[in-house]
């Protein structure tokens, strides 16, 4: 590009889109990079997912969410983050993947599959849906092991198994159970995770309470075969017939994405930045959004992580000065 830009922000999710508001709102001169379609983890939740968070709480810039029910769909919010996008005239580049980010000079040389840009400033609002936490078992690599759900139709009336006892795996055991399928479920912990929903925890629990679906307390998965599933329980180990496996063991943001850049992680794999500005230790490179959590994704949700936008277009505004 002949000039540079003042700000790219790379990914195209709730808070990058924020981002790029704010932008615009002061006048730099910005671009997304966005490597799928804009809000692209939202595109890939569960068809029938809904959100924990009212639609009030995940607006931006103004622009009024309206849904139908109290808890806004994955539809409408796809939807709404279009017209948000349409409302300010987003300048935003999809399906372009960034490949490098190095530092010359005082400015930054950001690569991308398509081409190469110049930014003064950087932000990373990357999140973390991309990258599956595995369990690292025999028989993980196999074709009926899913670590992402879409809809529950084609797993009708077969006997699937459901890793974990947060919300992703809650939802996807009962989207499971009610179109037929038999539902086992293999759980860490000796409860279902009290985070869950509060207006899906009780239909769990009963459904667990009356067998519809099986539950397995303090087990593990060992080994995963291609007709059965093999399971630690404080009983001793057992094996049970199974046709599909949904690991829903979690994501985490790209750190190797994060280490190539040059940005700092600690021993925990969790990115070092300045609490107050979002500031990385490489000057002028921001984070924003759930990439800021490390391992530990439910502490930043689309909700309390909106305010980054501001915090850090403010912080570019006065470093600009």
């Known amino acids: 590009m002949t000039k540079p830009l003042d700000v790219l922000i790379i990914g195209a999710g709730p808070v990058g889109l924020a981002c790029g508001i704010e932008a615009k709102k002061h006048g730099l001169n910005y671009l997304l990079i966005e490597k799928g379609s ?17 639609s009030e709480k995940i ?9 139908h029910g109290i808890k806004p769909t994955r539809r409408e919010a796809l939807e709404y983050y279009r017209r948000v ?14 490949i490098k980010v190095e530092k010359e ?7 991308s599959d398509k081409d190469i840009y110049i930014a003064k400033y950087i932000i990373v609002a990357t999140g973390y849906y991309d990258n599956a936490n595995y369990m690292n078992i025999k028989g993980e690599d196999l074709t009926k092991v899913k670590h ?9 009336y077969h006997k699937t198994l459901v890793i974990g006892a947060g919300n992703s795996a809650v939802d996807v055991a ?25 207006w ?31 399971i630690k329980t404080p009983d001793g180990d057992i094996e049970i017939d199974n046709d599909f496996v949904f690991a829903m063991t979690g994501y985490h943001p790209d750190f190797e994405f994060l280490k190539k850049i040059g940005i700092d992680l600690d021993e925990n794999n969790t990115p070092v930045f300045d609490k107050r500005s979002y500031e990385t230790n490489l000057q002028g490179l921001y984070l924003a959004g759930v990439v800021c959590s490390g391992k530990n ?17 403010r912080h570019i505004l006065n470093s600009k000065k």
């Open 148 to 156: 992402y759900f879409d809809e529950p139709h084609p797993y009708a």
């Open 105 to 111: 000079n005082d400015v930054y040389k950001v690569t």
């Open 85 to 98: 996008k349409n409302a300010y005239d987003l300048n935003i580049n999809t399906y372009e993947k960034v």
């Open 59 to 67: 607006e931006l810039g103004n622009v009024p969410f309206v849904s």
């Open 297 to 313: 994704t439910d502490k930043y949700f689309i909700e309390n992580s909106i305010e980054h936008a501001e915090i850090i277009i």
């Open 38 to 54: 804009i809000v692209n983890s939202i595109f890939n939740y569960p068809t029938n997912m809904t959100f924990f968070s009212t």
């Open 200 to 230: 899906v925890k009780p239909d769990i629990e009963n459904r667990i309470s009356e067998n519809s679906i099986n539950a397995f307390f303090n087990s593990r998965v060992e080994e995963i075969k291609e007709k059965s599933v093999l």
């Open 174 to 198: 009962l989207e499971l159970f009610r179109v037929g399928a038999e539902v086992t479920m293999v759980i860490r912990e000796n409860e279902i995770k009290p985070s869950i929903k509060y």
